[in-house]
């Protein structure tokens, strides 16, 4: 039995017509769009954000949607929480619908976190005494008792997300779906709200997650549904979803200036599944015409916006490489999904870095690598005594 | 719960959904316009020196003029006193002045929410036509001791005080309702809406009594102006001590309600696109 459905639905904003208008503005417009003499003949432009997206979700099933930035994941999950309508197709949802859209989505800013749980609550159907319930547990989830009567708008901006997060979620609704805010919180709360959302989905809840995050992904959810430019490129289960996006990453790879790129195996094969250990090949094109190169900066990433293990190659004086070639003998990851990314002469901060691709990493004895394991990995040996 | 038991939600493009589901919906979140007033009123006396003393310190201070420079020109032989009846007429005014005021801003005060979750689009709206009906409450509790002083009569005509002030509140929603879903499309509402009241005030009979309207025109004029049957009502029950003239109220809410069913209309249209215009 589904919980939630996707037929064949479309999300088309006007580019530049929504918004706060005055009726002047509007009527001028439209005046000199009709007027012959009228050089300004721009049509109203649209952009699709979703075309022809179809998925069903079943009741008690984690489900994510994947894709790069822009692909129309978080169009999908505002129209399933009702926030905006779809521009064609059906969405039917059965049961009530706690949405966590971004941070601070349904808590307003000048009431106080008490207030926020009441109105928050009745806005996702609760009754009254119901709320009462489940007051304390959301309480204690946000740990926000000492700032429970002051405006949120006074919080930071990680208490709002987990205020946001402890409502949503201790609603207990029938469909949670939960967009990338988490990123915010700190990393001791993501891993709370993913056991969180773990745990509601044991007991029947049915979720709708988008996180650039592929570990948690992967950890949670057992079905996901790849979207690109609005349109849907695969569903099904998530390691083969993870991999179709892996592929897309990889043939879409491109470095700064039309240069290339390829993320390989030690034999050669890309879109590598590696075992914990293995080793990796980065190949990557310098374009002559951007000047010599100094230096290349690669970096390992899961999700999150900075590198887990990284390697520097400086090129030697004189030499004017077209190519630089990266060879790793063994990357100390435990199972899930990495990017790799690269920075060519790259200066101090996030300047310049780009993603080359991705790999996967498979443990044969554990197919999800638990929550609270860090991805890279100890080279340890356990030794066990019975006495 | 059972799982089958479990409401179906239909999401379609754009059209506007039926005023029965609208109803059905909106009373299915009664608990959210409930939080909804409930907090505007916190908003609102948070930070006011006065608190709710603004509720009676808006009518009395009106008063002032009407009294000092009309009342000469109005008072009528075996009437009750002009200040009586211009208090009763200004506390019902009051209360609709600041339900379509606020009612109308509702939806562009609340983009914050209404961009980020979903809830029946009315809820808002109806809410702030609600909440100031706590300071209609202690307008009536003012007019209890200053309405005496002034030389209002007692009357029977009492009884149908909650009736009219139900009639207020109708026509305000009707008002709001549209108004509301203008505002977020276009910014002028909120320009116009004041200086809409204020000329609003002028052609009700708050700063005169009804009577000065002819005999032939008055019916015509409650049509035209929902206000007129209800604050034509407060100041009869209130100051004169007689009872509301039914037909004048009947016209004022046949308007209303054909207001409020077309604005009604224009809202569900409008509602889909608010969370990109708000």
């Known amino acids: 039995m589904w919980a939630l459905r996707f037929e064949a ?24 769009r009709r007027s012959p003499a009228s050089t300004d003949r721009r049509p109203l432009r649209r952009r699709v954000a979703l ?41 039917r949802v059965r049961g009530r619908v706690g949405a966590l859209i971004e941070v601070g989505a349904g808590i307003h800013p000048e009431l106080s976190g008490r207030e926020n749980i009441w109105l928050y609550g009745a806005i996702l159907g609760l009754t009254r005494p119901e709320i009462r319930r489940r007051f304390d547990s959301i309480v204690a989830f946000a740990e926000l008792e000492s700032a429970l009567d002051v405006p949120v708008k006074r919080y930071s901006s990680g208490m709002q997300l987990r205020l946001g997060f402890a409502i949503a979620a201790g609603v207990e609704p029938d469909v949670l779906v939960v967009d990338e805010a988490l990123a915010v919180g700190d990393a001791r709360f993501q891993v709370r709200c993913l ?27 057992r079905r996901a549904a790849l979207l690109v430019d609005g349109r849907l490129h ?27 790129a390829a993320v390989t195996d030690l034999a050669g094969r890309t879109n590598p599944v590696l075992a914990p250990g293995d080793g990796l090949v980065v190949r990557l094109s310098l374009p002559p015409d951007r000047g010599a190169a100094t230096s290349v900066a690669l970096g390992i990433r899961d999700g999150h916006p900075w590198n887990l293990l990284g390697a520097l ?59 609270w394991l860090p991805p890279v990995a100890l080279t340890h040996r356990w030794e066990w005594d019975d006495r | 719960m059972d799982p089958t038991a479990r409401h179906e939600l239909v999401l379609t493009p754009g059209a506007a959904i039926t005023a029965r589901r609208a109803g059905r919906e909106l009373w299915a979140a009664r608990d959210v316009v409930r939080a909804f007033a409930v907090r505007s009123l916190r908003i609102r006396y948070r930070q006011a020196a006065l608190g709710a003393l603004w509720a009676v310190a808006q009518p009395l201070a009106l008063l002032v003029p009407f009294a000092a420079f009309l009342a000469s020109d109005v008072d009528r032989p075996g009437a009750a006193p002009y200040a009586a009846s211009a208090l009763a007429a200004l506390i019902g005014w009051g209360y609709l002045s600041s339900a379509v005021t606020n009612g109308a801003g509702a939806l562009v005060n609340e983009a914050f929410l209404v961009r980020k979750t979903w809830f029946p689009r009315e809820a808002p709206v109806l809410a702030a036509v609600l909440a100031p009906l706590v300071e209609v409450t202690l307008g009536l509790g003012l007019y209890a001791v200053a309405g005496p002083l002034l030389g209002a009569r007692l009357g029977w005509g009492l009884v149908t005080l909650p009736l009219l002030v139900a009639a207020l509140a109708i026509v305000a929603a009707s008002l709001a309702l549209p108004l509301a879903a203008l505002n977020a499309l276009f910014r002028d509402v909120r320009h116009a809406l004041p200086f809409v009241v204020l000329l609003w005030l002028f052609v009700s009979p708050v700063a005169y009594p009804i009577e000065r309207v002819t005999d032939e025109g008055r019916l015509l004029y409650a049509f035209a102006n929902p206000a007129a049957g209800p604050l034509d009502g407060f100041r009869r029950v209130l100051a004169e001590g007689t009872w509301p003239d039914l037909t004048l109220l009947g016209a004022s809410m046949t308007t209303a309600l054909v207001v409020g069913t077309i604005g009604h209309r224009l809202f569900r249209r409008l509602a889909p696109t608010l969370p990109d215009l708000v």
């Not at chain 1, 997206?53 to 894709?67: H, I």
């Not at chain 1, 695969?234 to 240069?259: F, N, P, Q």
Request: charged residues 20%; hydrophobic residues 40%; proline residues 5%.
């Open chain 1, 9 to 32: 639905v479309g999300k088309t904003y006007r580019v530049g017509g929504a918004g706060y208008r005055s009726l002047r503005e509007d009527l001028s417009a439209r005046w000199r």
């Open chain 1, 51 to 91: 075309d022809d997206v179809s998925f069903e979700v079943d009741e008690g099933e984690a489900f994510a949607v994947v894709g790069p930035n822009g692909a129309g994941k978080s169009t999908a999950l505002r129209i399933a929480a009702r926030v905006t309508a779809p521009s064609a197709g059906v969405v």
């Open chain 1, 195 to 221: 056991e969180r959302m773990a745990d509601l989905v044991r007991s029947g809840t049915t979720l709708l997650y988008v996180s650039h995050d592929l570990a948690s992904v992967e950890a949670v959810c």
């Open chain 1, 234 to 260: 695969a569903t099904g289960d998530v390691a083969s979803t993870l991999g179709a996006y892996l592929a897309w990453v990889e043939s879409s790879g491109d470095v700064a200036g039309g240069s290339t």
């Open chain 1, 313 to 371: 190659g400086t090129v030697p004086p004189g030499r004017e490489p077209v190519v630089a070639r990266c060879h790793i003998d063994s990357l100390p990851l435990s199972g899930g999904v990495y990017q790799v990314w690269a920075s060519v002469d790259g200066t101090e901060g996030d300047g310049g870095w780009r993603q080359l691709g991705a790999f996967r990493v498979e443990e044969p004895d554990r197919p999800a690598r638990p929550l």
